[in-house]
C-alpha cells in the first residue's frame, strides 16, 4: 500500500509539471523557432516532449535597464563638428529628425541618443559635416541596447572644366576670375556641408573660337555644347559676355544636367546657384522658409547658405549629377528618393528648410 501511494504520488507531480492539455503539440523534438517575450525581448522557444517550452531571451539582458541610452559612433569623422539627425522611435512617440551637434574625438563622432525602438516609418541617421558627404546610416532600432558604429563618407570629388568666351584678348585676365569664382562657389558648398569637393578644374580659351559670336547672349545650353564644347563626366561652366542680357546672370541644366552658362561678372553665390540645378536643388521662391540669403533663390541677394534639407536631396535623387546615370552614377550606397522635392514633407527625407546649423541671424537651428 506504501509503495502504491507514493507512485501514485509521483504520477500526481509528473502530471502537474505538464502543459495544458490546450497547449499546442509540436514535433520534432529539439526542433526551436523564433518568438518574442512579454517584455518585447527576442526570443526562441524549443520543442521538448512534444510541447513548447515558453519563450526564452536570446539576450538576458534584455530590455536594457531604464536610463540606458543607445549610441550612435560616427567614424571617419573630420576634426570639425558633425550634426546628425536620428529617426526612430520613443516609447509610444516617432521620432522624425531629432538633432544633435557633435563634437569628434579620434575621428569618431559618438552620441547617446536616449533609448530608441523600431519604428514603422524610418530608423536611420543622417550625418552632415564640412569635408564629408551627407551620409545615410541604417540604424535598426531594438529594445536591447544598441550601438551602431558606421563611417561617414568623404566628399564627392566633382572635375570642372571651365570654358572662357569672353572677348578675343581677355583670357588672362578672365580665366583668373573664373577661376576665383569657381574655388568660391566650392567653398560656399563645403561650408555649408553640401559634400562636394571641386577638383581637377580645367580652363580652356575659347575667346577665339569661330563659333562665339553665336553666344554673345546666352539664352540656352545645347547649342555651346554642340558648337563649343562639352566635356562628360564633368561639370561643365560656360563663361560667357551675357546670360539673359546680363553679364551677372546665368542659367543652368535641371534634370539630369552637367552644364551651366553665367555672365562674366557672375558671383560665387550665382555660380553655386546654377551648379546647384545641376544637383536637382529645386528654387526656394516665394517660400516663407527661405530669403535672399538662400543659394536656390533665383532672384537672390547674397546668397550665402543651404540648408541640411536642401544639400541632402543632391545626394538622393536620381537626376542630380551627383546620381544621374548620365553623369557621375556615384554614390550607390545611398537611397535614391526622387519625391523629395521642395514640397515633401514624407519622412523618407528631411524637410527642405531643415537646419542643423543657423543660417545667419535671420534663420535658426531647427
Avoid at 526564452?56 to 560616427?74: E, L, Q, R
Avoid at 550634426?83 to 563634437?103: C, F, N, Q
Avoid at 551602431?148 to 570629388?157: E, L, S, Y
Wanted: one cysteine or more; charged letters at 15%.
Amino acid at each position: 500500500m506504501k509503495t502504491n501511494v507514493i507512485g501514485a504520488t509521483i504520477a500526481i507531480l509528473g502530471w502537474a509539471s505538464l502543459p495544458a492539455p490546450a497547449e499546442a503539440r509540436c514535433f520534432p523534438d529539439g526542433a526551436s523557432w523564433p518568438c518574442t517575450t512579454s517584455d518585447g525581448c527576442p526570443g526562441t522557444r524549443e520543442c521538448a516532449g512534444g510541447y513548447p517550452t515558453r519563450c526564452i531571451k536570446n539576450n538576458p539582458s534584455c530590455p536594457a535597464p531604464p536610463g540606458t541610452n543607445d549610441f550612435f559612433v560616427g567614424t571617419n569623422a573630420p576634426a570639425n563638428a558633425v550634426g546628425i539627425l536620428v529617426d526612430g522611435r520613443r516609447d509610444s512617440v516617432e521620432i522624425d529628425d531629432e538633432t544633435y551637434v557633435i563634437t569628434p574625438s579620434s575621428a569618431q563622432a559618438s552620441q547617446a541618443v536616449g533609448r530608441l525602438r523600431g519604428s514603422s516609418l524610418a530608423n536611420e541617421v543622417l550625418s552632415f559635416a564640412t569635408t564629408r558627404a551627407p551620409t545615410r546610416h541604417m540604424t535598426p532600432w531594438t529594445v536591447s541596447q544598441d550601438r551602431f558604429i558606421q563611417a561617414m563618407t568623404n566628399t564627392v570629388r566633382v572635375p570642372i572644366t571651365v570654358w572662357i568666351l569672353t572677348a578675343p584678348g581677355t583670357f588672362a585676365a578672365q580665366s583668373v576670375q573664373a577661376l576665383s569664382t569657381v574655388v568660391q562657389a566650392g567653398a560656399l558648398f563645403d561650408q555649408e556641408r553640401l559634400g562636394l569637393d571641386f577638383n581637377l578644374i580645367e580652363v580652356r580659351d575659347e575667346t577665339n573660337n569661330p563659333n562665339r559670336g553665336n553666344f554673345l547672349n546666352v539664352t540656352a545650353l545645347n547649342a555651346l555644347e554642340t558648337q563649343i564644347g562639352h566635356v562628360g563626366g564633368r561639370i561643365n561652366v560656360y563663361w560667357v559676355q551675357a546670360v539673359s542680357g546680363a553679364s551677372g546672370s546665368g542659367t543652368g541644366e535641371v534634370a539630369n544636367g552637367d552644364s551651366v552658362a553665367v555672365g562674366f561678372n557672375a558671383a560665387p553665390g550665382l555660380l553655386a546657384h546654377e551648379i546647384g540645378h545641376n544637383l536637382a536643388i529645386d528654387h526656394a521662391d516665394n517660400d516663407a522658409r527661405f530669403d535672399g540669403t538662400n543659394v536656390m533663390i533665383s532672384a537672390g541677394g547674397a546668397r550665402l547658405f543651404l540648408t541640411e534639407g536642401q544639400g541632402y536631396r543632391a545626394h538622393i535623387r536620381s537626376i542630380s549629377a551627383i546620381r544621374s546615370t548620365q553623369v557621375y552614377n556615384l554614390r550607390p550606397g545611398m537611397p535614391t528618393i526622387d519625391t523629395c522635392n521642395i514640397s515633401s514633407t514624407t519622412r523618407t527625407c528631411p524637410k527642405p528648410d531643415k537646419r542643423i546649423w543657423a543660417d545667419g541671424l535671420t534663420w535658426p537651428a531647427n
